[in-house]
């Protein structure tokens, strides 16, 4: 059984989106800029040692949580529902290679791996962007990683699991780490700390612009997590799942797929001229799973064969050709002095 690529081209309603927007700008969906001269605040920022150092959110170095994820042997071994949200995560515990780590863990929608509000290709899109311009200490996106879970250990957590594709025997999902010490954003962003305070406006800025580039639509505020240490108080993306210009997003918050900050560390503009058209297509295919004689789907680095089945994690051509334009406006805005760098 063959599957085509996921991920379809999504449709216009143009009078709903205009209603919807329409009730945004009422709302008011504008944060307040800094109120001290611009010259003052700039010079503080770039005169600060940045980048700041690492934080204690990460319970393992991000790419060696990215070598877990891709261990042949995963087993879930608990998992219990997380508070908030409405997606069906879990916090669970994983085991692999006999280490044990904790993990986000989302069972994708069945058959496709597709859901309006639960998309791993998304997930993984959003975690591979931010390695364009940030460094691993630096990311404001958990490691993500889309895995299919064995059915009969699976079902010790789940007594009714069924195989995410039919004639497999496993569960499709997205697993992300578990970050520490954090918690609910309020505000996601403050203008007046971002002047005065530089290791928040380095962190926040690359939020921004991580954000703007994958087009974030779900500002709910249990979707942006901050550090809890105050010297170095940093906010994470924990849910990327709307995003890539996803129609049904809430439409009642200030939503982050635009610029809030009013300038952006000069190295990551630098990094993000460096990126090419060739960088953005290859997120066509970020992951391949490809189902083997034992109903177990795995990675597969291959072209699939005609006749096996397979799920292809990537961005449409839609959302790589806007993703590319969303790159090409934000530079061509700093060389207008639109927006400052530090």
């Given at each position: 059984m063959r599957r085509a690529p996921i991920g379809q081209r999504?449709?216009?309603?143009?009078?709903?989106?205009?209603?919807?927007?329409?009730?945004?700008?009422?709302?008011?969906?504008?944060?307040?800029?800094?109120?001290?001269?611009?010259?003052?605040?700039?010079?503080?920022?770039?005169?600060?040692?940045?980048?700041p150092p690492a934080g204690n959110n990460w319970p393992v170095p991000p790419t060696e949580a990215e070598k877990i994820f891709a261990a042949d042997s995963l087993q879930l071994v608990d998992a219990r529902r997380t508070v908030g949200g409405?997606?069906?995560?879990?916090?669970?515990?994983?085991i692999a290679d006999g280490r044990r780590i904790e993990?986000?863990?989302?069972?994708?929608?069945?058959?496709?791996?597709e859901g309006w509000n639960n998309t791993p290709r998304r997930e993984m899109a959003a975690f591979e962007i931010q390695k364009w311009f940030l460094r691993p200490e630096d990311y404001v996106v958990a490691p993500a990683a889309a895995r299919c879970l064995r059915l009969g250990e699976y079902r010790a957590i789940d007594s009714e699991a069924q195989p995410t594709v039919r004639g497999t025997k496993c569960v499709i999902g997205t697993l992300s780490l578990w970050l520490e010490n954090l918690?609910?954003?309020?505000?996601?962003?403050?203008?007046?700390?971002?002047?005065?305070?530089?290791?928040?406006?380095y962190h926040i800025?690359?939020?921004?612009?991580?954000?703007?580039?994958?087009?974030?639509q779900d500002a709910r505020a249990d979707n942006f997590l901050a550090a809890t240490d105050a010297a170095n108080r940093r906010v994470f993306s924990i849910d990327n799942g709307i995003t890539f210009g996803e129609l049904r997003h809430n439409y009642l918050v200030i939503n982050w797929d635009r610029i809030h900050v009013p300038a952006i560390p000069s190295e990551t503009i630098a990094a993000l001229?460096?990126?090419?058209?060739?960088?953005v297509d290859a997120l066509a295919s970020i992951v391949v799973l490809v189902a083997g004689p034992d109903g177990m789907m795995r990675p597969s680095s291959?072209?699939?064969?005609?006749d096996t089945a397979f799920i292809r994690f990537g961005l449409t051509p839609t959302e790589r050709d806007e993703l590319w334009q969303r790159i090409r406006d934000l530079l061509d805005r700093v060389d207008r002095g639109e927006i400052l760098t530090f």
């Open positions: 999504r449709s216009k309603l143009a009078t709903f989106a205009t209603f919807a927007a329409a009730l945004v700008l009422f709302s008011g969906c504008w944060y307040s800029q800094p109120d001290e001269p611009t010259s003052r605040w700039l010079a503080t920022l770039a005169d600060a040692p940045l980048p409405n997606t069906g995560a879990t916090r669970a515990h994983l993990v986000k863990w989302k069972a994708a929608p069945a058959d496709t791996a918690e609910i954003a309020k505000p996601i962003y403050d203008p007046q700390r971002f002047i005065r305070d530089p290791p928040y406006a800025a690359n939020l921004n612009v991580l954000t703007y580039l994958v087009e974030h001229r460096k990126v090419t058209r060739d960088d291959a072209e699939p064969p005609t």
